[in-house]
C-alpha cells in the first residue's frame, strides 16, 4: 500500500529477491456445462504443488462489482489505489512504446477496427490486423493535418495504436468513440469539461479524416479511440519501498505502466520464453521483478474456455525455469478475472499466492478460485499484497513502538 503514512519508518532494503507474475486476467468462472472455472479444469500440476506450500488467498482488484481494465488491476497490485491513482490508457499506450510525452500532451489508445456497409461495427479489432499490416496504415493516418494541433499516430501491436495531440488548450476530458459493442457505429467525441469542446473537434476531424484514407480497406477501415489522458504524478516503487524494481513486459500498455511507477523497462522478445529468459539475465541486478503473461487474458476476452485452459497449462509449464532462479519471495497473482463464459473482464475475486521461507502450506490442495478462497490469507486488497510480499521478504520492520 503506497500511501500507508508511515511506510518510511518501516521499510528497508534486504538483499532478499522478490518476484511477482501476474497472469493477466487469470479469474475465471465455472463453464456452464462442466461447473468448473478454467483454473479447475487445466491441468497445472506446478501450479497446484506451489499452491500447496504457499499462503493463499483472493484479490479484490478495485472494489466489490468494480471490473477493472488493466491498467487499475496492475495498479493494485503494486500497492496504488486505482480509484486514486487512476491513469488513462493512452499514456500506458505511449510510453510503452517509447513515446516522450510533455506535460500538455494528450494521449489515445485506439483500435483500428472493421465497419459493415451501414457504418456498424462488426470487428472491433479489424479480424486481429497483424503489426507488419498496421505500420503502413499508421504512416498513412499520419498525413492528416488539422491546423493548430501535431497529430503523431504510432503503431503498437497488432490492431493496436496509439494517437497523441500536441497543441495549446486540448485537454483528455472528452468522450471516447468506442461504444464498446458490436452492431452499433462509432459515436462522436463530445466534450466533457469547460475547455473540451477543441479537443472533441480536433478528434472528430481526425476520424474524419480517417475514415476517407482507409474506407476501401477490407478489414480496417476506421479506428475507436478511448483511453483519452494525460501525463499522472505518481510517487515511485523504488523509493516508498525501497527496492530497485524492474519490470519485465512484451505489451507495450505494461511497460508504460511500469515505467510511471519507477520500475525499470528491461527490454525483451515477445514470447514469455523469452520474457522468463530475460529474467534469468538480469536476476543478479534487482531485488524486485514484475514479469507479465498475456494469452489467457487474450483467450478470455475471445470466449473460448478451451484456449484459456491451454493458456494457464502453457505457463504452468514454464514454472519450473521460473522456481529454478530461487526468489526469496515468489507471488503468482492476477490483475483481474477475465471469465470466458462473459469475454470480457469482471468484477470476480481473483486467487493468489505467496511462497517463501515462511510459507509452508495451509491445506491447500489446488491453485484455483474455490481453493484459494480457503487460504489463511483469505480475501483482500490487491493494494496490500505488496506489503505482504515485503514482510515475506523481511524488508518491513515492527510498526509503532
Known amino acids: 500500500m503506497i500511501d500507508f503514512p508511515d511506510l518510511n519508518e518501516i521499510v528497508s532494503s534486504t538483499p532478499s529477491k522478490i518476484v511477482m507474475l501476474v497472469i493477466d486476467g487469470l479469474g475465471g468462472l465455472p463453464h456452464p456445462d462442466t461447473g468448473i472455472s478454467e483454473l479447475e479444469a487445466a491441468n497445472i500440476p506446478n ?48 510510453l510503452g512504446i517509447g513515446v516522450e510525452l510533455g506535460e500538455k500532451d494528450i494521449a489515445i489508445r485506439g483500435n483500428f477496427c472493421t465497419l459493415d456497409q451501414e457504418g456498424r461495427i462488426s470487428d472491433r479489432r479489424a479480424g486481429r490486423l497483424s503489426s507488419d499490416e498496421a505500420i503502413p496504415l499508421c504512416n498513412e493516418l499520419n498525413s492528416i493535418n488539422i491546423p493548430g494541433v501535431e497529430i503523431s499516430v504510432y503503431p503498437v501491436k497488432d490492431y493496436r495504436l496509439a494517437l497523441v495531440l500536441r497543441g495549446e488548450g486540448l485537454t483528455d476530458q472528452v468522450s471516447e468513440t468506442d461504444p464498446g459493442r458490436l452492431g452499433l457505429p462509432p459515436v462522436e467525441c463530445h466534450e466533457l469539461g469547460e475547455y473540451g ?50 519490470a519485465i513486459a512484451a505489451y507495450p500498455m505494461y511497460r508504460g505502466l511500469a515505467s510511471l511507477v519507477g520500475m525499470r523497462v528491461i527490454d525483451t522478445g515477445t514470447e514469455f520464453s523469452q520474457e522468463l529468459e530475460t529474467l534469468g539475465d538480469n536476476f543478479a541486478d534487482h531485488d524486485f521483478f514484475y514479469i507479465h503473461y498475456k494469452p489467457a487474458d487474450a483467450a478470455g476476452e475471445d470466449g473460448d ?74 480475501q483482500i486488497s490487491a493494494t496490500h499484497l505488496m506489503l505482504l510480499a515485503l514482510a515475506n521478504g523481511d524488508k518491513l520492520t515492527k510498526f509503532g513502538p
Do not use: Q
Open 47 to 94: 501450479l497446484n504443488a506451489l499452491a500447496r506450500k504457499s499462503a493463499c488467498g483472493l484479490t479484490t482488484p478495485v472494489l466489490p462489482g468494480i471490473a477493472p481494465g488493466s491498467g487499475p488491476g496492475h495498479l493494485g497490485l503494486f500497492g496504488y489505489d486505482p480509484v486514486k491513482y487512476l491513469i488513462g490508457r493512452g499514456v500506458l499506450e505511449a
Open 197 to 246: 469542446r477543441k479537443t472533441a473537434e480536433v478528434v472528430n476531424t481526425f476520424l474524419v479524416e480517417t475514415r476517407k484514407i482507409l474506407g476501401n480497406h477490407p478489414k480496417a477501415n476506421t479506428v475507436l479511440l478511448r483511453g483519452f489522458s494525460s501525463l499522472p504524478d505518481l510517487p515511485s516503487m523504488a523509493d516508498r519501498y525501497c527496492l530497485n524494481p524492474a
Open 305 to 378: 474456455f478451451s484456449a484459456k485452459v491451454k493458456a494457464l497449462e502453457t505457463l504452468d509449464g514454464y514454472l519450473p525455469e521460473l522456481m529454478a532462479l530461487s526468489p526469496d519471495v515468489l507471488i503468482v497473482a492476477g490483475d483481474h478475472a477475465t471469465p470466458s463464459i462473459l469475454a470480457s473482464h469482471s468484477w470476480h475475486p481473483v486467487p493468489f499466492l505467496i511462497n517463501s521461507k515462511l510459507t509452508v502450506g495451509e491445506g491447500i490442495k489446488a491453485f484455483n478460485e474455490k481453493d484459494c478462497a480457503m487460504g489463511s490469507i483469505g
